[in-house]
């Protein structure tokens, strides 16, 4: 960019002093009067400064065109608006008569450095600007040009990865996985690929093992987002534990909610309760939850507590319950709830903004719902956060399960799973089904 300042002269004369100069290639940016000479601002005179720069390479095109002040005086057409002292502005209508110049063709980089400039933006947020947007394309062009280069069973692994909705951070650990350790000779075996492909995605599924020693009474906390299911979970819990399951005998179980404002919550868990003969209590502060806790221990195994459905974005109401449940102790057990439908995205923003309450696992609701489950792999995968129980259904007791890897295995769609050689290789514990 260079600067040519004329004293005296039109904005014709200034232009044609800088094409005679620098020949018909340059390429007006800025134009303006200014006043040039003169001793502590005394005696200056009436000059014109233009900003200008030279293509290395350009048509010899160009056009004059009235300028926006008064008389009309002629300019180079820049292809973008030229900054005056007023503000930005457009060109003036074209100039016939302006002999040799004709209008140039127009530079779309240079008319958004321009409004950029307009815009406060100096050289260096344009470096950062162009640095990043090429660090961009550089990545994505390396994406792209690997996949292209991708052997056929690996560009098919990709295929069945998207199509059960795992990120695409997840599908390129896998890809990248596969590139080091798949010999070409192994990639000709599909089904040998596709095997070891499922024995990566079941060894990122974590699963909760519960402490060996817990004081008792155990306290299980669920929390989680609206709509999620925490109030049917709760009952399907107090009947697995309150009624008995396969091998374990009934124990004596205590429901306490603070879900007592939202419709029907009340009714919901009180025929819950009155169905199992499962006491119900309701709380809706710091001392009273702490008070039935206390009641509780004296003749409960077990104390689950139902609270209310918070939007993840609601900081504020999430830090009031968090307070609450503090009267619950620093051996509770906190579960987050989450519905299995919910994108890969939502479920890591879910998991982010329920951090304070320092949840051991992840309860998967609403199995039955969805068809794919890669969205919960690839985010419990990316927060290292592991599975507790699932639910799939609505019937108390029997729709929900302990969570084992085998069950998201035979979830996946278009994977062939040897369900004999999966559960050899995670095993479930079964002693330790809740």
Same mark, same amino acid.
């Given at each position: ?154 560009? =098919? $692994?990709?295929? %069945? ?7 695409? !951070?997840? *599908?390129? #650990?896998?890809? @990248? ?76 179980? =205590? $429901?306490?909610? %603070? ?7 009340? !009714?919901? *868990?009180? #025929?819950?309760? @009155? ?76 998991? =982010? ?62 994977f062939r799973v040897n369900r004999e050689k999966m559960e050899k290789q995670f095993p479930v514990d079964k002693a330790d089904q809740f």
């Amino acid at each position: 960019m260079e600067c040519f300042v004329e004293q005296g002269s039109s904005y014709n004369d200034c232009l044609s002093k800088i094409i005679a100069k620098y020949g018909d290639r340059v390429q007006i940016v800025t134009q303006r009067n200014i006043r040039v000479g003169g001793i502590f601002g005394l005696f200056t005179r009436e000059g014109v400064e233009m900003e200008f720069y030279i293509p290395p390479y350009f048509s010899k095109s160009y056009a004059g065109y009235g300028g926006g002040r008064p008389g009309g005086a002629a300019s180079f057409a820049s292809p973008a608006p030229s900054l005056n002292s007023g503000g930005l502005k457009s060109p003036g209508p074209a100039n016939a008569k302006e002999p040799g110049l004709s209008r140039a063709p127009v530079d779309f980089e240079e008319a958004k450095k321009k409004v950029l400039a307009a815009a406060g933006k100096d050289s260096t947020q344009m470096m950062i600007l162009n640095e990043v947007r090429n660090i961009k394309e550089k990545i994505e062009a390396a994406g792209t040009a690997a996949r292209k280069e991708d052997h056929p069973a690996l560009a =098919r $692994i990709t295929e %069945i990865l998207e199509q059960n909705d795992f990120s695409s !951070a997840y *599908i390129n #650990a896998i890809l @990248d996985r596969g590139r080091k350790e798949f010999s070409l000779e192994a990639l000709e075996d599909f089904d040998g690929v596709q095997d070891k492909v499922l024995e990566w995605i079941g060894e990122s599924i974590r699963i909760y093992q519960k402490p060996a020693y817990h004081k008792t009474p155990r306290i299980m906390v669920l929390v989680g987002p609206t709509g999620v299911g925490k109030t049917t979970t709760t009952a399907k819990l107090a009947a697995i534990f309150g009624l008995g399951n396969p091998g374990k005998p009934a124990r004596p179980v =205590r $429901i306490i909610t %603070i879900d007592a404002f939202r419709i029907g919550a009340k !009714a919901q *868990i009180e #025929a819950y309760g @009155d169905i199992m003969d499962i006491p119900v209590a309701y709380v809706d502060n710091y001392d009273d939850l702490k008070k039935e806790i206390a009641l509780s221990a004296e003749d409960a195994d077990i104390v689950l507590v139902d609270t209310i459905g918070k939007s993840p974005r609601d900081s504020a109401k999430l830090g009031e319950m968090k307070e609450l449940l503090d009267a619950c102790g620093f051996q509770a057990e906190v579960y987050l709830v989450i519905a299995a439908g919910v994108k890969s995205s939502d479920i890591l923003e879910i998991l =982010r903004q329920f951090e304070p309450f320092n949840y051991r696992s992840v309860i998967l609701t609403k199995l039955d719902e969805t068809t794919r489950v890669g969205n919960v792999i690839s985010a419990l995968s990316e927060k290292g956060k592991s599975l507790a129980y699932i639910t799939d259904g609505q019937k108390v007791p029997t729709d929900i399960h302990r969570a084992s890897v085998v069950r998201f295995l035979l979830n996946l769609e278009d994977f062939r799973v040897n369900r004999e050689k999966m559960e050899k290789q995670f095993p479930v514990d079964k002693a330790d089904q809740f």
